[in-house]
Structures are given as C-alpha cells and as structure tokens.
C-alpha cells in the first residue's frame, strides 16, 4: 500500500505522527461502452449546446446552475478560495462511540505510525479502546476540510470521514404513520424466525455472485468467441419458491420451518466458482480470435484486458 497522506494526529499538547492508507478498494469489473459491430471504444464529446461547436479544455470553466440563471466560476476566482493545507487531524472531542449514527460513515482510511517511536500512537489507541469511545477529528484532505471519527481497529487507529449533517436526508414516509396492530403469536413466529437463523457476522461467507458469473461469462466468451449459449454456461435459473404466499402468518411458519430443517442438515455455503487461470485464458484467446471472425479481429486485445477497476 502507497500512503495518500502524512501528518499528525493533535489533541492538547501531544503530536502523534502517521500516514494516512485506502482501507477499501473496488474489486468490480469495468465494462466500457464499444460499437456493436466492430468493438471500437466510444468517446464523448465536449460539444457546446449553446454553438454547436466543440470545446478544448482551456475553455471550459465551471458552473452552478440556480433559477434558469448560469454562474459562470472561472479558475482564477475558484483557485483565490481558502484552501486547507493543514497537516494535522485536530481532535475536536471524545465521544461515546455508540453515538455515531452509521448513516454519516462515507470513506475508510488506515492510520500507520510514522514516528520515531510507536508509543503515543499505542497510548492513544489503548486509551480509546479503554474509555469505549471515538475521537471526533477534522483534517484536511485534497484541499478541502473533512469531518471524520478516529477509533480503533484491531491493533491499529482508523479514520472514517463523516458526512456533513445537511447532506444526510430527512425521509417521510406515510404508511409509517399509520397504528399497524401485531398480535403476540406473530411476534413469537418472527423472534423463532430470527432465533432459528441468528449467527455471528463473518464477511468471508458472503460473495458477490453476480461478479463472480460476470467473470465465468468473460471466461466462457475467450474460450468460445462470440457465440455463447447462454442457458449452457449458467444452467436455469431457479424459480421463486414461495413467491406466492401473502398471509404473514403462514409465511412466518414456512420460513421457521425451513430454517430448521436446513440447520438440522448443515449450512452449507455458496463459493463463487473460481475463474479460469489467466494465464490459459489469455492463451485460448488467441485461438477464439482466429475462430470468431473479423469482428473480434478487429475490436483486439481482450485477452489483455483489466478486470480490477481503474
């Protein structure tokens, strides 16, 4: 991992020196929009709608549109606003951590010491760890001001920036409104529900199959060019079970039932099928290109292409 930033963690008198990682990457596949017919790359084109005309970069400028009106912000007036470029992450204060609404967590960042000696930094986190509660910092990041919460992870610190209060919206929904009448049976059913398929949250159970039959289509799609049987490679698809049931009740007892009966027979765990080599990938794409066509011939290059996104 490459440091986005460096500086130091302040509160009172004590300087904690670290550096600042990504703790989340995105793993998707990227698919870019091609001409159907030969596989070519589509572009856009900075076109004004006013002219007509196309536009080079150095004349185009920014704006906020308000009331039918366009606020025209030119460079030099956006790059005359005060920018951040403070190195610190200035402890605001020390809240109990379960006062933090999980609907202001956005990004997640890794905290490494960067001093001669670890110590303040383990004080620090112990002393959190121990007081069960987070710190709520602001520091700058690409210009800009950030809001975010110091807390422990594991052995480490960790900064999670916070949205702005105004940027979390307020909903309203009316049937919440109304007086629902639930009768004690139910609520039994729905807690043996929630009791029979209660579990410790483990993330590495958990997978996304629809990356996964992404990535087994683009293998299926080298080894076997274009003309893919679709119903070959997947296999139907399973129906809805129980998509009709509408009594609360009776869909309560079915899902009880269920349960049970696959805990009595063991979970078992979907794994998303491992996608073939790279390597002979890349090897059978040559062969597919030869067999697919000039289509194919033309478009180039996919066996070469990135599945980790840009």
């Known amino acids: 991992m490459r440091a986005i930033w460096t500086g130091a963690i302040s509160f009172g008198l004590v300087n904690v020196p670290v550096k600042l990682y990504s703790a989340t990457e ?8 091609v001409h159907d017919r030969d596989g070519g790359r589509i572009h856009y084109e900075r076109r004004c709608d006013v002219c007509g005309r196309l536009v ?9 549109v308000e009331d039918d009106e366009t606020i025209v912000l030119t ?17 605001e204060e020390f809240v109990p951590s379960s006062q933090i609404d999980p609907i202001l967590y956005d990004k997640s960042y890794f905290l490494e010491p960067a001093g001669k000696s670890p110590k303040a930094y383990v004080l620090l986190r112990r002393t959190l760890e121990k007081t069960e509660r987070t710190a709520i910092v602001q520091f700058a990041l690409r210009q800009r001001t950030r809001l975010a919460a110091l807390r ?10 916070l949205r702005w209060p105004d940027e979390v919206r307020q909903p309203s929904f009316a049937a919440l409104d109304e007086k629902v009448r639930i009768s004690g049976k139910e609520m039994d059913l729905a807690a043996s529900l929630v009791k029979s398929i209660a ?8 997978h996304d199959e629809y990356q996964a039959e992404l990535e087994k289509l683009i293998d299926a799609k080298i080894k076997q060019g274009d003309a893919l049987d679709t119903d070959a490679t997947f296999g139907e698809v399973e129906g809805a079970e129980g998509a009709e049931v509408i009594d609360l009740m009776e869909a309560l007892k079915k899902s009880v ?4 009966a696959t805990k009595r027979g063991g979970k ?5 099928q491992k996608s073939s080599s790279k390597s002979s990938a890349a090897k059978k ?16 290059g996919s066996s070469s292409r990135k599945r980790k996104s840009a």
């Open 285 to 300: 794409s040559s062969a597919a290109k030869k067999t697919s066509g000039s289509s194919s011939t033309k478009s180039g």
């Open 257 to 260: 039932k269920k349960s049970r």
């Open 26 to 33: 995105g793993r998707s596949v990227t698919l870019h929009q």
């Open 152 to 161: 422990v992870h594991g052995d480490m610190l960790m900064l999670q920036t």
């Open 268 to 272: 078992t765990k979907k794994s998303p």
């Open 75 to 91: 460079k030099e007036e956006l790059d005359s606003l005060p920018q951040e470029r403070s190195r610190d992450i200035s402890v």
């Open 199 to 206: 579990s410790d949250f483990a993330p590495d159970e958990f």
């Open 56 to 64: 080079p970069y150095e004349h185009i400028e920014r704006a906020v």
